[in-house]
Nanobody, 122 residues
Framework: QVQLVESGGGLVQAGGSLRLSCADSGRTFSVLTMGWFRQAPGKEREFVAAISWSRGSTNYADSVKGRFTISRDNAKNTVYLQMNSLKPEDTAVYYC???????????????WGQGTQITVSS
């Protein structure tokens, strides 16, 4: 079974950096793409980034492009989100997600982690 566990959340000052990790302890061949989403208070869930396990193809939301980097370690079944130049508007609960297609878009995710809080202070 697929089990997604996020880690690395916390409080950081604006301009700082954090790295999130998502371990798929139950990874199977059916999971082909991993993604990150976030949800800020009073806002809808927002796509952040995605990566395919096989080729490492990536996709980023315009709001984080150039600041965030998604990567994966296939041997560890772990995906990372390196977040640099953080802004207060990045404050949100960040969720790891997985899906059974190779398309690195914002839809079609089948499995979700429980989320981790990121707070960026001014």
């Amino acid at each position: 079974q697929v089990q997604l566990v996020e880690s690395g959340g916390g409080l950081v000052q604006a301009g700082g950096s954090l790295r999130l990790s998502c371990a798929d302890s139950g990874r199977t061949f059916s999971v082909l793409t991993m993604g990150w989403f976030r949800q800020a208070p009073g806002k809808e869930r927002e796509f952040v980034a995605a990566i395919s396990w096989s080729r490492g193809s990536t996709n980023y939301a315009d709001s984080v492009k150039g600041r965030f980097t998604i990567s994966r370690d296939n041997a560890k079944n772990t995906v990372y989100l390196q977040m640099n130049s953080l802004k207060p508007e990045d404050t949100a609960v960040y969720y790891c997600a997985a899906k059974r297609t190779v398309l690195v878009g914002a839809t079609g995710y089948d499995y979700w982690g429980q989320g981790t809080q990121i707070t960026v202070s001014s």
